[in-house]
């Protein structure tokens, strides 16, 4: 019964340094996602609307 305790205990800090890990990758200043993060926002000429069908009556 020890080893199973022992056991679950390590695999809660483990996931638990994985989990900051990966929280603190993404948030380190390495990352720089800005021109991919406003590119839906930004405006494309060279893309034209698509012409919507008007209703048949």
Known sequence: MNILILFQ??????VLVLFLG???WTFSSRRKFDSAA???I????SIKPIKQ????V
């Open 42 to 45: 930004n405006d494309d000429d």
């Open 9 to 14: 205990s390590i695999w809660t800090i483990v």
């Open 22 to 24: 990966i929280v603190i």
């Open 53 to 56: 069908e008007q209703a048949h």
């Open 38 to 40: 406003n590119a839906p």
